[in-house]
């Protein structure tokens, strides 16, 4: 009897087992067709894409640097990329939040690199299990950092509360190009994440004052999305007015949740609506956040 209760529980285990490495396979084989594209900015900038948040990447004689590593499967694709522009692992890591589709590249590039990120980034990555001590911030910051990197000047600079309540975008001075993070999806609705410390209000000051430093000619990478400019940016920024106040006045008007689903969001916006974010999710957003500010 003894004997063949261990036998049902190493059957168990084994079980238990496979399903854990078939689920690591599916895991992996959703990336297995994931290609990563790079398109050249300047001299030294690059801006890549793949499945996850956009990569900002800067090679030169310095070595590299990049802006966030999307999902871990995606690791050695990444470096693939990076070795058809430049020899060599990356000296630095900048993580603009800490959700994983921007850092789960960090544990194999933080082996070689040091990884630099806003103190909350930390936090919220150290709160994880299992997490790889590799794949943690070794620079961390409250409100601005700078690089000097590849003759151009690298400035850090969280805003407060907006995607998280961590993110930092990435301004190239010279180069004239920004790295926006998740404060920018362009032509979608944005991902504001509530429940770690973000702000519909702190995510559209956070990109009102960003416009207020770039010029027409300033490159924009979005965290999702093709490369944009300021136009396209002030067109996001105008959504997200149109969008706060059209669910202040729902509000005011003393319309529920599910009323204001039923009706919609207003037609003009009906397209912006995308796989992750629909448009129940952005307005369920909105609600959730503004409806706490009466």
Do not use: C
Not at 148 to 175: C, M, R, Y
């Amino acid at each position: 009897m003894k004997l063949r209760f261990q036998r049902h529980i190493i059957g168990l285990s084994a079980l238990a087992l496979l399903a854990l490495t078939q689920t690591a396979a599916m895991a992996d084989d959703k990336f297995n067709d994931v290609t990563i594209k790079s398109k050249k900015l300047d001299n030294n900038t690059y801006m890549f894409i793949g499945a996850g948040g956009n990569i900002g990447v800067s090679a030169g004689s310095d070595g590299i640097l990049i802006i966030d590593d999307q999902y871990a499967p995606l690791a050695d694709k990444i470096t693939a990329a990076l070795n058809q522009i430049q020899p060599g692992a990356p000296k630095y890591i900048v993580n603009t939040h800490y959700h994983a589709d921007h850092t789960g590249g960090n544990a194999h590039f933080g082996e070689q690199g040091t990884i630099l990120a806003h103190h909350n980034v930390l936090k919220r990555l150290q709160a994880q299990n299992k997490i790889a001590s590799s794949a943690l911030p070794v620079i961390t910051y409250g409100d601005n950092i700078s690089i000097h990197f590849n003759q151009d000047t690298l400035e850090i600079i969280h805003l407060g509360p907006g995607h998280t309540d961590g993110d930092s975008v990435v301004i190239w001075q010279k180069a004239n190009i920004i790295h926006m993070g998740d404060l920018y999806f362009k032509d979608r609705f944005p991902y504001i994440d509530l429940d770690a410390g973000g702000s519909v209000t702190g995510y559209r000051e956070n990109v009102s004052l960003i416009l207020d430093r770039l010029d027409n000619k300033t490159k924009v990478i979005p965290g999702h999305g093709d490369l944009a400019d300021k136009n396209a940016l002030f067109k996001f920024k105008h959504m997200l007015d149109d969008s706060i106040n059209w669910m202040r006045g729902e509000i005011e008007l003393g319309h529920d949740l599910a009323s204001i689903k039923k009706q919609g969001v207003p037609e003009k916006y009906a397209d912006w609506s995308w796989e992750f974010i629909s448009a129940d999710k952005w307005i369920e957003t909105l609600y959730q956040d503004l409806s706490t500010q009466r």
